[in-house]
C-alpha cells in the first residue's frame, strides 16, 4: 500500500469518525444549543478545509514527480550534446580528406590506400555515432525545412522543384531527433522569383 493510499484512508477514517460523533450527539440531544450547532458546522468547515489542502498538496507533489521524471529523461536524451557538437568537426574532416582524394585514381597506390584508410575511419566513426543516436542530415533533393536546415544562398536550378535543396555546404546532424547543428544548404530559387538586392 502506497504512502497516498495510507493517507486517503486516515482521512476516510477521520471522516468517519467525525460523522459518527455528529450522529451521536444529535442523537443525544434532539434539540441541540445553538452555540453546539455552530461549533461543528465551524468543525466540519475546517475539516473540509484540511480535506481540500491535503488534495492541492497530494496534486502539487504528483506534478513535481513528473517534472522531475521529465526532466531526468531529457537529461540522458540529450546529455551528449556538447560533446557530439564537439566531434562534428572530425567528421567533416574526415570527409574533406576522402573527397580531396577523388578524380586521384591514377596518382599511386599511396593515395589510394591513404583514401581506403581515411574512409574506413570515417565509417568507423560514424557508426560510433550512430550508437548514441547521432543521425546525419544530407538532405539533397528535399525540400527546404527551416527547422534542420540553414539556407546560405539561393540559386536558380531549372531541373529542381523550387525551394528545394540542390547542395549542401555542411552537412547537418541530429541527436535523438533534436537537431545539433542545421544542415549549410543552397536553395533553389522559383524562376519567376523577384530579385533580391543581395548589396543592401
Known amino acids: 500500500m502506497s504512502a497516498d493510499d495510507k493517507r486517503n484512508e486516515q482521512v476516510e477514517e477521520f471522516n468517519e469518525a467525525t460523522e459518527a460523533a455528529a450522529g451521536e450527539s444529535q442523537g443525544q440531544n434532539d434539540q441541540p444549543e445553538a452555540g453546539e450547532v455552530s461549533e461543528l458546522d465551524a468543525l466540519k468547515d475546517q475539516l473540509q478545509n484540511y480535506q481540500d489542502q491535503a488534495l492541492r498538496a ?11 521524471e521529465v526532466d531526468v529523461e531529457k537529461a540522458h536524451k540529450f546529455a551528449l550534446e556538447k560533446f557530439v557538437k ?4 572530425v ?5 574533406k580528406a576522402v573527397e580531396s582524394t577523388e578524380g586521384h585514381d591514377n596518382a599511386g597506390d599511396l593515395v589510394a590506400s591513404i583514401r581506403e584508410g581515411v574512409e574506413m575511419t570515417l565509417g568507423l566513426f560514424m557508426n560510433s555515432l550512430k550508437k ?3 543521425e546525419q542530415l ?6 527546404f525545412d527551416p ?5 546560405m544562398s539561393m540559386v536558380p536550378a531549372p531541373d529542381a522543384e523550387p525551394n528545394s535543396v540542390v547542395a549542401v555546404v555542411q552537412k547537418g546532424y541530429l541527436l535523438n531527433g533534436r ?16 530579385k533580391i538586392d543581395e548589396q543592401a
Not at 86 to 89: I, K, S, T, V
Not at 91 to 95: F, N, P, T, W, Y
Not at 147 to 151: C, D, F, S, Y
Not at 179 to 194: F, G, I, L, Y
Open 58 to 68: 497530494q496534486a502539487e507533489m504528483q506534478n513535481v514527480r513528473r517534472r522531475a
Open 138 to 143: 544530407n538532405p539533397v533533393g528535399e525540400p
Open 132 to 134: 548514441f543516436n547521432v
Open 91 to 95: 567528421a567533416d574532416s574526415l570527409e
Open 147 to 151: 527547422q534542420q536546415h540553414e539556407a
Open 86 to 89: 564537439e566531434l562534428l568537426p
Open 179 to 194: 537537431v545539433v547543428r542545421p544542415a549549410m544548404v543552397v536553395v533553389a530559387k522559383a524562376e519567376d522569383a523577384p
